[in-house]
């Protein structure tokens, strides 16, 4: 088992560029989460899906960010026009269901200047 | 909207020595799931609670959840160096959303 795999590692981009996420579950989970991890505000819950469908996208900071899921071993999360505020290690995780442990990925830490 | 709160923020222990961190919940929990995230690394899933009441060991780690499915404790006895890292509580909605706490940092000093 590779575990949640995400990528890439890490990000440095030039404020208002666009900037795309990776993650790839591990097989056979039907939930997805997408967290931001920051000093001031720790982890927070971005969005999640269940079956590659979004439940819940109320974490999602406003218009510039969006996800998706096109099938169950991929999903994306994009920012467009990124900005130095978006500085953070975005995490993927996965589960196998409801009350399931979550799997975290490695993480990608971007860097907006 | 639902917030988990954690205390103490940070704490520097003496190896060997007790250390325990506290999760409060604005509203009621499904249940609770603790993760360990060392320095520079991510969460890694401990334990889950789901039960009022619900006491559960893992050798030096004893979890506890509230009567009220509210709050949670993790403590740990005779802490050692390798338990170094931030300790996170993770709350459980209805939905199975689940919102982290505020996280304790634990440095253990040899």
């Known amino acids: 088992d590779a575990g949640v795999i995400q990528s890439p590692r890490h990000e440095v981009t030039e404020m208002g560029q666009e900037v795309t996420l990776r993650c790839k579950p591990i097989s056979g989970h039907d939930y997805l989460f997408w967290y931001r991890q920051t000093m001031m505000r720790g982890l927070e819950l971005l969005i999640y899906f269940n079956n590659n469908v979004p439940i819940d996208d109320s974490g999602m900071p406003e218009d510039r960010f969006s996800a998706k899921m096109p099938n169950a071993s991929f999903s994306t999360l994009k920012i467009q026009p990124s900005e130095p505020r978006d500085s953070a290690v975005y995490f993927c995780?996965?589960?196998?269901?409801?009350?399931?442990?979550?799997?975290f990925g490695n993480g990608t830490r971007l860097t907006v200047t | 909207g639902q917030q988990v709160m954690q205390i103490p923020q940070y704490q520097h222990v003496q190896e060997g020595e007790d250390f325990t961190t506290y999760c409060n919940s604005s509203?009621?929990?499904?249940?609770i799931q603790w993760y360990k995230q060392r320095p520079g690394g991510h969460p890694v899933f401990l334990i889950q609670l789901v039960k009022s009441g619900e006491v559960k060991k893992q050798k030096r780690l004893t979890f506890q959840f509230g009567e009220a499915k509210k709050n949670s404790s993790l403590h740990i006895t005779a802490t050692q160096t390798t338990d170094v890292g931030t300790y996170f509580c993770?709350?459980?909605?209805?939905?199975?959303?689940?919102?982290f706490g505020t996280g304790t940092r634990l440095k253990v000093l040899a």
């Open positions: 993770a709350g459980g909605s209805g939905t199975y959303k689940y919102i």
């Open positions: 995780a996965s589960s196998p269901g409801r009350a399931s442990p979550l799997h």
């Open positions: 509203t009621t929990l499904s249940n």
